[in-house]
């Protein structure tokens, strides 16, 4: 039985843009991936909002903002209401990244094109899977299966594998990487072997890769150089993903004291450092063979991080002595605490600028790559900055202006509503609470009156602090309330004087404002790009498509120069069709040529006498002159 399949290639085709296509399949569509851009491009949502409503489930291959970006607002803003398919690690890294980039805008402008509850109510959809774990579809899609595979390259990273009716496998890879490293596995290839259809993404089809004893030599000469010269290095990664085979790498070197880096401070930076950290102890079992072999073994974790300090902010980090090594996000140097630290940082000489990924054409991060330092650039600096003065006592005034009227209507319609009791209900603000008093206006009676309404005392829940264990457990509530001391005797503990409560931080919203100045930043700093992007290079993934052996391939999410170098290796390895789309193309990409689809009811097919006799004739000459499904 054969499938007809359909590309519509909304992003990532022709260009490096990020990934999001809907593949169809007969009647089902699949989301592949949901990525968005460090400039939130909507044309890309422009095209994705035709198709929402069609889309009976996504897929998504790895946990970064390129791959996932635009999923809360495809279910916040757009209404995408179906399942969504993901490993466990993409589940959790997925909202780190997606919360630090949120955060990470709002520090610095009145960002609204999701909000975190879109975060949180996008990955509830997902549907957490285990890498070899099959699914089957239901209603349109009955005789589809999905499964996903590992992909390397980050953290419960995939490639999915879609089987159709019949012998129709589907391939889609977009990022993947075949070397095993620090912390992460390869990809099975093969398990990619004869794919009808593989849908490749070809960013390194005509890279050339320099070896990872070099590419950590370079990184390790240019940390200790630096630091020995007094200043500090930057190194610009990312928030969940490849930051954890940097974080672990280098944790491994501050170890060993022949290294002379004992002396200096090693810094992690991000909205979500601790969290990320976290979760990375508890997913052991998703990384490389030589990680989860020493902690079957010993019992280490390989991500308890002696010499990584977790910062949250860039007040941390300057309070810090000394020079110091920071990783901190963005890679893009867009936004985020890495365009902050490069803006106080990339003026002076000593310092160092360590780029570890090709990000998208026109972001600061390419455009360093590409034509390096020494040089005066413009940059738009954006800042979130406290009201003071007459800005903030105009606020306050405000602020007051809309209390009153809240009053004022509150305290109508409670008038209305008492007038039979003679009673005026005020609201009293105090602290948390609204406190609601009555003052009693009626003269008094010899009779009590049943209409009389008692004002309910406002109940506020004290929400429980909890983390992956369960609820937080103090260790001082378990003190023992005696001890024994030095000469024998047992004596009461006298008790801890109480702590004073700090206000709850989501109650206290500080008026401030965002501005937008012109600056021109002089880039004296050591400008390095050291590739640790953990993606397979240009001569492997020509060989894994020669492996493979598709019989179709659709070469995606690359420049011209990769994408012709692909599509020569495929016409010389004999592949008998390839595809090389650009945005908004659709590709056709059914085995069979002139394919029709016949549906009969129940009513036609249970037709009996001659309409019966009618019926056969008919069905057998479609079967003669075309294939049914």
């Not at 929402?52 to 998504?60: E, F, G, Y």
């Not at 990273?157 to 490293?181: L, M, Q």
């Not at 640790?532 to 120069?561: F, M």
Request: net charge negative; proline share 5%; glycine share 6%.
């Amino acid at each position: 039985m054969t499938s007809i399949i359909k590309l519509y290639c909304l992003s990532g085709a022709g260009d490096e843009t990020p990934p999001c296509y809907v593949l169809q399949v007969d009647e089902f569509k699949f989301l592949l991936d949901c990525g968005w851009d460090e400039k939130f491009d909507m044309e890309f949502i422009r095209e994705l909002k035709r198709h929402i409503n069609t889309i009976d489930a996504v897929l998504i291959s790895h946990s970064d903002p390129l791959h996932l970006g635009a999923l809360p607002y495809a279910v916040g803003k757009l209404g995408l209401n179906c399942p969504i398919y993901a490993t466990l690690p993409i589940y959790k890294m997925g909202q780190m990244f997606m919360y630090d980039l949120y955060q990470a805008h709002r520090n610095v402008s009145d960002f609204d094109l999701f909000t975190l509850d879109d975060v949180d109510a996008a990955f509830d959809h997902i549907v957490q899977l285990k890498y070899n774990q099959s699914i089957d579809m239901k209603g349109k899609g009955l005789g589809l299966r999905i499964t996903p595979l590992p992909a390397g390259h980050s953290l419960g990273g995939t490639v999915w594998r879609i089987a159709a009716p019949g012998e129709e496998d589907i391939v889609y890879a977009p990022d993947f990487n075949h070397k095993k490293e620090r912390h992460l596995n390869g990809c099975e290839i093969e398990k990619l072997m004869r794919p009808s259809l593989m849908l490749l993404g070809a960013m390194n089809a005509d890279y050339v890769q320099p070896r990872r004893r070099l590419r950590d030599e370079k990184l390790m000469t240019t940390i200790l150089s630096t630091l020995r010269g007094g200043g500090c290095v930057l190194v610009c990664t990312d928030t969940a993903g490849r930051v954890l085979e940097l974080a672990h790498m280098l944790d491994q070197l501050w170890r060993n004291r022949d290294s002379g880096l004992v002396a200096y401070s090693l810094l992690l930076l991000s909205n979500v450092s601790y969290n990320v950290v976290e979760f990375a102890k508890s997913q052991i079992e998703w990384m490389s063979d030589k990680l989860t072999r020493a902690f079957e073994g010993a019992r280490s974790n390989p991500f308890a991080l002696r010499h990584l300090q977790l910062c949250h902010s860039v007040i941390e980090v300057t309070r810090t002595p000394g020079p110091k090594v920071v990783l901190a996000s963005c890679p893009d140097l867009e936004a985020g605490f890495a365009r902050d630290l490069f803006l106080l940082w990339a003026p002076h000489p000593q310092n160092s600028i360590v780029l570890t990924a090709r990000t998208s054409p026109g972001t600061l991060a390419r455009e360093l790559i590409e034509k390096g330092g020494d040089r005066v650039i413009d940059l738009t600096v954006r800042k979130r900055m406290r009201l003071e003065g007459s800005e903030l006592e105009e606020f306050l005034q405000q602020q007051r202006l809309k209390v009153n009227n809240t009053i004022k209507e509150e305290t109508a319609g409670v008038s209305s509503d008492s007038d039979s009791d003679g009673e005026l209900e005020m609201w009293v603000v105090t602290g948390r609470h609204d406190i609601p008093v009555r003052h009693d206006t009626r003269p008094t009676g010899c009779f009590k009156s049943n209409k009389r309404h008692h004002a309910m005392y406002p109940f506020h829940e004290e929400r429980t602090r909890a983390d992956d264990y369960g609820e937080i457990i103090k260790p001082e509530d378990y003190r023992l309330a005696e001890i024994v001391d030095a000469e024998g005797e047992i004596r009461d503990v006298p008790p801890a004087p109480p702590q004073k409560q700090e206000p709850d931080e989501e109650m206290i919203e500080i008026p401030s404002k965002c501005i937008t100045v012109q600056r021109q930043i002089h880039v004296k700093a050591n400008i390095q790009y050291i590739e640790l992007e953990g993606r397979c290079d240009g001569e492997s993934l020509l060989r894994v498509v020669s492996q493979a052996k598709p019989r179709a391939i659709v070469g995606l999410r690359a420049n011209t120069a990769s994408l012709l170098t692909l599509s020569k290796h495929c016409e010389a390895e004999g592949i008998e069709k390839i595809y090389i789309p650009k945005k908004g193309d659709v590709i056709d990409a059914t085995t069979e040529s002139h394919i029709y689809q016949v549906k009969l009811d129940n009513g036609r097919v249970a037709l009996e006498g001659v309409l019966s006799e009618e019926y056969y004739k008919v069905r057998e000459l479609l079967y003669d002159q075309f294939a049914i499904v």
